[in-house]
């Protein structure tokens, strides 16, 4: 298949590289999940960053807990734990927080975003049954799986599995199945990645497993908010549970990787975490906060609850914040802070 049907393909859904929401926009509350069984238009949204230097947080230490008693520095700034990390206001391209937020490290299963929005771009019947195949078996990393070699289950269910419980098997799945084939589906990846503008994106999978897949927090800032626009992606990245029947008929509950979408303070749009050993503990979300959403990239976190320890000092730090009004963001005064680098 040439890189060039394909991109007319793609660009049939209508591609619009999008700056800031309007204002109409900005006052929207969130939208609430819906159950839509048909693929949203592939709007691409690129949000304009306008740089905001913040001091860097303290350096990673092993005898750090994942507690939110010392949440702040004595400057009040969040004492962030990942390596690298990006949060920006969607619909203004303001950059609240970063650190590293330009380099390229391995992205993990955050992939699986890609791998929805490059499925669902084609259209295929979500009723329709997919097998896992010995294919779909993990020979990389060696990570187990429910879904047993000779699984069935709908497009549909590969694809919540997939975002939701981050199940490798499901997103093998749902590229080797794509139409053409997996090096089909590698084209469509790379021309998205070019569409939505990821400079510093490289993905050679579906899954993550694959440690050459790299992306920046920056870039990622601007998947996850093109991932918003797909209804589905919102849905199912966001489910707490879902029960499928696997292989010889028994039922089987699978759980979402990320605790706070349970969470009562959280109003999450869109989801998604990952791990392997090359990239650490990641996460990015797009949440709501202060009546606007938030691009939040959190990248190399290496303990168990750091990444969503990182999350909630960010969203305390935006709540202190939100409380002094009368000053800017850019006036909290954080002495010596590094930029992206």
């Given at each position: 298949?040439?890189?060039?049907?394909?991109?007319?393909?793609?660009?049939?859904?209508?591609?619009?590289?999008?700056t800031?929401?309007?204002?109409?926009?900005?006052?929207k509350k969130?939208?609430a999940?819906?159950?839509?069984?048909?693929?949203?238009?592939?709007?691409?949204?690129?949000?304009?960053?306008?740089?905001?230097?913040?001091?860097?947080?303290?350096?990673?230490?092993?005898?750090?807990?994942?507690?939110?008693?010392?949440?702040?520095?004595?400057?009040?700034?969040?004492?962030?734990?990942?390596?690298?990390?990006?949060?920006q206001?969607?619909?203004?391209?303001?950059?609240?927080?970063e650190?590293?937020?330009s380099?390229?490290?391995?992205?993990?299963?955050?992939?699986?975003?890609?791998?929805?929005?490059?499925?669902?771009?084609?259209?295929?019947?979500?009723?329709?049954?997919?097998?896992?195949?010995?294919?779909?078996?993990?020979?990389?990393?060696?990570?187990?799986?429910?879904?047993?070699?000779?699984?069935?289950?709908?497009?549909?269910?590969?694809?919540?599995?997939?975002?939701?419980?981050?199940?490798?098997?499901?997103?093998?799945?749902?590229?080797?199945?794509?139409?053409?084939?997996?090096n089909?589906?590698?084209?469509a990846?790379?021309?998205?990645?070019?569409l939505m503008?990821?400079?510093?994106?490289?993905?050679?999978?579906?899954?993550?497993?694959?440690?050459?897949n790299?992306?920046s927090?920056?870039?990622?800032?601007?998947?996850?908010?093109?991932?918003?626009?797909?209804?589905?992606?919102?849905?199912?990245?966001?489910?707490?549970?879902?029960?499928v029947?696997?292989?010889?008929?028994?039922?089987?509950?699978?759980?979402?990787?990320?605790?706070?979408?349970?969470?009562?303070d959280?109003?999450?749009d869109?989801?998604?975490?990952?791990?392997?050993?090359?990239?650490?503990?990641?996460?990015?979300?797009?949440?709501?906060?202060?009546?606007?959403?938030?691009?939040?990239?959190l990248?190399?976190?290496?303990?168990r609850?750091?990444?969503?320890?990182?999350?909630?000092?960010?969203?305390?730090?935006?709540?202190?914040?939100?409380m002094?009004?009368?000053?800017?963001?850019?006036?909290?005064?954080?002495?010596?802070l590094?930029?992206?680098?």
């Open positions: 298949m040439r890189v060039s049907q394909i991109l007319l393909g793609l660009m049939s859904a209508v591609f619009l590289v999008v800031p929401l309007s204002a109409e926009a900005a006052s969130p939208v999940k819906t159950s839509t069984k048909a693929p949203a238009s592939s709007k691409l949204t690129k949000p304009v960053a306008k740089k905001v230097k913040l001091a860097p947080s303290s350096v990673r230490s092993k005898q750090f807990k994942p507690v939110l008693e010392n949440d702040f520095d004595k400057e009040g700034n969040p004492l962030i734990r990942s390596s690298a990390f990006f949060v206001d969607v619909n203004t391209g303001e950059v609240l927080l650190r590293n937020a380099a390229p490290q391995p992205i993990a299963s955050i992939t699986k975003l890609m791998t929805a929005m490059v499925v669902l771009d084609a259209h295929q019947n979500l009723s329709e049954i997919i097998e896992v195949s010995d294919d779909d078996v993990d020979r990389l990393k060696g990570t187990s799986s429910r879904l047993a070699v000779g699984t069935q289950l709908s497009r549909e269910d590969m694809l919540r599995l997939a975002l939701m419980a981050s199940e490798n098997r499901a997103a093998s799945s749902l590229a080797r199945s794509y139409p053409g084939g997996m089909a589906f590698l084209e990846v790379a021309v998205k990645i070019s503008g990821l400079h510093d994106t490289r993905i050679f999978d579906g899954t993550g497993l694959n440690k050459n790299v992306s927090a920056r870039d990622l800032a601007t998947l996850v908010a093109n991932a918003s626009r797909y209804p589905l992606i919102r849905e199912f990245s966001t489910a707490s549970e879902h029960t029947a696997l292989k010889g008929g028994r039922s089987h509950t699978f759980h979402s990787t990320n605790s706070l979408v349970k969470s009562p959280w109003q999450i869109v989801q998604k975490t990952g791990y392997i050993s090359e990239s650490g503990k990641c996460l990015v979300m797009q949440a709501w906060m202060g009546n606007k959403p938030l691009a939040i990239v990248l190399d976190s290496w303990g609850y750091t990444r969503v320890g990182d999350a909630q000092r960010i969203r305390k730090w935006l709540e202190t914040m939100a002094h009004r009368s000053q800017p963001v850019a006036s909290a005064g954080h002495p010596g590094s930029h992206s680098n």
